[in-house]
């Protein structure tokens, strides 16, 4: 970065090469697990010629297979969110924390961060029940229907929120998900208002999900935390009074140490 402003970089700086072979990388996801040259270069804005040569050093360095013309990623992409997972202070911090939150519940905890849209899971503790498949670390799901994520956006600046509002595409995962945007906005200012967020099925039948903020030394909001049941073990009503006490111990221990 230049030594005049450390938050802006400037191009000279910035290495082109990695920038588009992290986005080769990124091209690929649940949808699209397997790719030809010419998707990737269209998924990426890269030339085929780019995209092709891109894809060969990723195929050399064990981060791509190749088969019948179509290229997909191996677990060793896995490496990097592991490097983040084992290095990064807020997932050791949490995980301690959410297993006796969550074996005190007898249910599911996890800790998310905001990414851009999505949610972001970086810890989780199931209890012994496997509530959902995307409580896992390294899962990624919409913020908007979520309760870590829509807690996460309520502490955004205003500013922010209006732009993630004006740019959203909610899409009816679930017919209990909110795709309103004036609705949407009174959630998230909900959430803000009475300190938590609760979403009941928005994001996957039968999983209701109740979290709060967590916030550093400083008073700044740096990830959210929920505790998620199935529907058929407790109802919507009586979700705050069950999980909110305890959320609210394991978010003033865990705000000493962030």
């Known amino acids: 970065m230049s030594e005049d402003d450390g938050d802006t970089p400037l191009a000279r700086d910035l290495v082109g090469g990695l920038e588009k072979g992290l986005k080769v990388i990124e091209a690929f996801d649940q949808e699209r697990s397997r790719l030809s040259i010419a998707e990737v270069a269209q998924a990426t804005g890269l030339t085929r010629a780019a ?3 891109y894809l060969i050093t990723l195929t050399h360095l064990g ?12 677990p060793a992409v896995l490496r990097l969110g592991q490097s983040y997972l084992h290095s990064a202070r807020l997932p050791r911090i949490a995980q301690p924390a959410l297993y006796r939150l969550a074996y ?3 249910e ?12 972001v899971c970086v810890a989780a503790v199931s209890a012994g029940r496997l509530v959902s498949a995307t409580l896992q670390p390294g899962t990624r799901v919409p913020a908007y229907c979520t309760a870590n994520g829509r807690m996460l956006l309520a502490f955004l600046p205003q500013a922010d929120i209006e732009r ?7 899409e009816q995962i679930t017919q209990h998900t909110i795709v309103d945007k004036e ?16 979403v009941d099925q928005e994001l996957e039948l039968g999983l209701r999900t109740i979290a709060v903020p967590l916030r550093n030394f400083r008073g700044e909001v740096v990830a959210s935390m929920n505790v998620s049941v199935h529907a058929g073990r407790l109802p919507a009503e009586q979700l ?7 959320l609210i111990k394991t978010q003033v221990e865990l705000g000493a140490m962030l």
């Open 63 to 74: 981060y791509m297979r190749h088969e019948n013309k179509l290229f997909s990623l191996t």
């Open 108 to 119: 599911a905890a996890s800790v998310g961060v905001l990414d851009h849209d999505q949610l």
């Open 164 to 170: 993630f509002l004006a740019q959203a595409v909610p």
């Open 51 to 53: 995209a092709r040569r």
């Open 183 to 198: 609705r949407l906005a009174l959630e998230i200012a909900r959430a803000r208002a009475q300190g938590y967020a609760l």
């Open 104 to 106: 005190s519940l007898g």
């Open 240 to 246: 705050v009074e069950h999980c909110l006490p305890a």
